[in-house]
């Protein structure tokens, strides 16, 4: 794992020194076990190592290739070395000793541009081509490293965090606010719809799945997709199914162990992380090695409000899974003192932007910092099942059957369901009928998330405009998981947090359930794979029989959910919290930016104390996030950062 920056003089000017220096000093990092650099006659590569892999260490990064005339920096993990050995005609006896970066360089030299389509892994790199006096570099599909850059006429440079690159002196420290008012405008998780934008207006990223050309006359961003959607697995007997699905997995999870130190998984009461870590301890049992999990439980005051079909303390099904499986050096943490209020100064600067996830964001952060002082190169997790192991939802697909009229398989599911939920089936061919039919009956409203953008800002930035790709009105469930895959805004989110934390805490977060092979299968299924005989999540049920305790593997009565006590630890905090959101709701900066009307309202009812069962309730996640911003734009202000780029519009419009 490194840290990589370079800079590309494309006014063919020699390389400033004092420039490299400050870019690889910079970075966010909190110790490197090697700092590497090349330099060129205008062309500078660096990057700042943390051990992670066997290969790595003492691994020659950045290396330059004097036959070939190329050179590399990279911040990679290839997982599918085997397969690109036999491409490369690799021979056996060099196989253990080659880097990933190594891999990477002679992947381009034989599929150049297309390389990214044929690597399987998290990875961003750069590679300068003497030959062909160009840049080329790219991020992985699911965006689980980060990159960064600024192009202008005179200079390209990147790098794998923000910060280095604004100290570069060409570089202004410019608010985008086309970047926050995606943020503020959009409700849900992700941070903008545009994924090449940050939050700097002189400074862009690549997006996840995306490759970059540099040239002394242009700059070019290509998206690469090595999925297919279309693609159809189809077997004779379910049992083949599940025993493909494993034999994928297996690879999957096996590729992400390679690690000189303890490797370590997070794990709550579910199947995603549960089966992460059953697949996991079966290979490292057979390398007398142990796993180190991680959980999070609320503290023992806490009283759960949340309705009998959530659970906020999930501790009963880790425990479950951790003595099945055994083996297991399990760790149960609670974070007494922490909370969302606590935490957001060191989010702040791990992410070098306004976040949402601030709901988490204490034991998120907490975990890790155990996991690093147990010394863990690797620290697994399964935030993409959702979507591929996990995949069904069950009266989603039988509100399909409805539309598709197979009346007789869904009388049989319907039975089956009923009984294992202990539901009655009028109740569950209701629900399914107003899912498939809506005109039937609407369902029970959600939240309205208020509006925290500033009228004014909103309609001079048109973002309402640009967000319209994120409705999801008029598609069915599988249409919109397809468009979770094709869409790489959606994996900035994940992605570009777990780089981050990776970085500071010296591991690698590491996903099997977004490993490229475990998606492919999982969308090349039928939909009967993953509900059937009353199942829901059906395959990976079926798939872990063995590996997960029936409590946790045949669980449909009740699902964890990690964020229900945010609002009981802010009571301690209250206070200040307040006194805080009044600063908020009296900045002239962010006047222009949030809606004062909005978050004025909700603070008059907010000052009598946090009501702690309404920790999912909109407005208070609302005030949050203004208060995430409100910090950032102060920082940004005391830095010296240029927010006032539309000071005299906003004097001649006005703000609400």
């Known amino acids: ?191 903008t719809v545009n994924p090449n934008l940050t939050v700097f207006k002189t400074i862009k990223q690549l997006p996840p799945s995306h490759s970059i050309t540099v040239t002394r006359d242009r700059t070019t961003v290509k998206r690469y997709y090595p999925l297919q959607l279309d693609k159809q697995i189809k077997y004779k007997k379910t049992e083949d199914y599940v025993e493909a699905f494993q034999d994928v997995f297996q690879k999957a999870v096996d590729a992400r162990l390679r690690s000189i130190g303890p490797v370590g998984s997070q794990l709550s009461g579910g199947l995603d992380s549960g089966s992460v870590v059953g697949f996991a301890s079966k290979t490292l049992k057979k390398e007398n090695k142990q796993l180190y999990t991680y959980s999070y439980t609320p503290d023992n005051r806490f009283e759960d409000w949340t309705p009998k079909y959530m659970l906020a303390n999930e501790s009963e099904y880790i425990k479950a899974t951790a003595d099945y499986i055994g083996g297991i050096q ?58 591929t192991i996990s995949w069904g939802k069950a009266l989603d697909y039988y509100s399909m059957l409805i539309r598709q009229f197979k009346w007789m398989k869904l009388s049989q599911e319907v039975k089956l369901y009923s009984r294992n939920m202990d539901v009655n089936q009028k109740r569950v061919l209701n629900a399914i009928g107003k899912r498939a039919l809506p005109f039937l009956g609407r369902t029970k409203d959600s939240y309205t998330f208020p509006q925290l953008i500033n009228d004014n800002f909103a309609e001079r930035t048109n973002v309402f405009e640009r967000i319209t790709d994120l409705k999801t009105e008029g598609l069915n469930n599988s249409e919109i998981r397809q468009k979770h895959f094709k869409q790489a805004y959606i994996w900035n989110v994940t992605g570009t947090s777990a780089a981050k934390v990776s970085l500071r805490y010296g ?112 407005e208070y996640r609302v005030m949050m996030r203004a208060l995430i911003v409100y910090r950032f734009l102060k920082r940004l202000d005391t830095k010296g950062g240029d927010i006032n780029e539309t000071r005299m519009e906003r004097t001649t419009i006005g703000s609400s």
């Open 1 to 191: 794992m490194s840290g990589i920056a370079g800079i590309f003089n494309l006014n063919q000017q020699p390389i400033n020194i004092d420039q490299c220096n400050s870019l690889i000093n910079n970075l966010n990092i909190l110790s490197a076990d090697k700092t590497s650099v090349w330099i060129g006659e205008f062309t500078f590569l660096g990057s700042a190592s943390q051990w992670i892999t066997p290969e790595s260490v003492n691994e020659q990064l950045t290396f330059y290739d004097s036959e070939r005339q190329i050179a590399i920096t990279a911040d990679a993990i290839i997982d599918n070395r085997q397969e690109l050995f036999e491409h490369l005609q690799i021979k056996k006896i060099n196989r253990k000793a080659i880097t990933d970066s190594q891999l990477i360089l002679l992947a381009y030299c034989k599929w150049g541009d297309s390389t990214p389509n044929h690597l399987i892994g998290d990875f961003t790199f750069m590679i300068w081509d003497k030959r062909q006096q160009k840049l080329f570099g790219a991020r992985d599909f699911s965006g689980m490293r980060t990159l960064y850059y600024h192009n202008d006429q005179e200079h390209f440079a990147f790098c794998t965090t923000i910060n280095p690159l604004l100290q570069l002196p060409y570089i202004k420290n410019q608010l985008n606010e086309t970047w926050l008012a995606e943020y503020l405008a959009i409700p849900d998780m992700i941070d």
């Open 507 to 618: 591991m690698w977060d590491r996903d099997p359930t977004s490993d490229l092979r475990v998606i492919q299968f999982c969308l090349s299924l039928p939909d009967d794979q993953f509900v059937n005989n009353g199942l829901d999540r059906a395959l990976i049920r079926k798939a872990t029989k063995g590996y997960l305790p029936d409590k946790v593997r045949l669980n449909q009565k009740v699902r964890g959910v990690q964020a229900a006590d945010w609002l009981y630890r802010m009571e301690p905090v209250w206070g200040s919290f307040i006194a805080e959101l009044k600063l908020v709701v009296s900045d002239p900066i962010c006047s222009a930016y949030l809606n004062m009307d909005i978050l004025k309202n909700i603070l008059a009812k907010m000052e009598a104390g946090p009501q702690i069962e309404k920790a999912f309730d909109p």
């Open 330 to 387: 399990a760790n149960y943490s609670s974070f007494d003192g922490k909370s969302p209020l606590s935490e957001m100064d060191e989010w702040l600067d791990i992410m070098e932007m306004p976040y949402k996830f601030f709901e988490n964001s204490f034991w998120v952060k907490g975990l890790h910092e155990q996991a690093a002082k147990d010394g863990v190169k690797v620290l697994l997790n399964g935030a993409r099942g959702n979507f």
